[in-house]
């Protein structure tokens, strides 16, 4: 992440999402547990460092978004609200279980061969 870009704990983006914890930092990537003011829920915000988020590079990512929702893979969890200019900050939406369901899966270590 760039140094301009460093969202806060309680710091409201796009006027509805309220950010709670941190989830994950990955790269270009800080992910946060939000409250969505508008629809009362909690989400997790992926949101990208502005710095890496120029307008060709999110239009692919939106693309291959697209692309992959089209394709109905099963068991692939993909962000939602991703559109084709990028946002400012660049953000999408993903379930919250998904973050701490590989973090679960991690914790509990190797998965046996037959569960797999």
Same mark, same amino acid.
């Given at each position: ?33 939000? $409250?969505?003011?508008?629809? =009362?829920?909690?989400? +997790? ?7 890496? %988020?120029? /307008? ?19 068991? $692939?969890?993909?962000?939602? =609200?991703?559109?084709? +200019? ?7 939406? %993903?379930? /919250? ?20």
């Amino acid at each position: 992440m760039s140094t301009s870009f460093s969202p806060q704990i309680g710091e409201r983006l796009a006027g509805r999402y309220e950010l709670m914890s941190p989830l994950r930092s990955d790269g270009a990537v800080r992910s946060f547990l939000a $409250l969505d003011h508008h629809a =009362g829920l909690d989400v +997790a915000l992926m949101l990208l460092d502005p710095a890496r %988020a120029h /307008p060709n590079a999110w239009a692919a990512f939106a693309r291959i978004v697209a692309a992959a929702t089209a394709g109905k893979i099963a068991g $692939l969890v993909l962000p939602q =609200g991703v559109i084709g +200019a990028p946002p400012v900050p660049p953000f999408c939406l %993903a379930e /919250p279980q998904t973050f701490r369901g590989f973090d679960q899966l991690r914790d509990q270590g190797p998965m046996p061969w037959r569960r797999a």
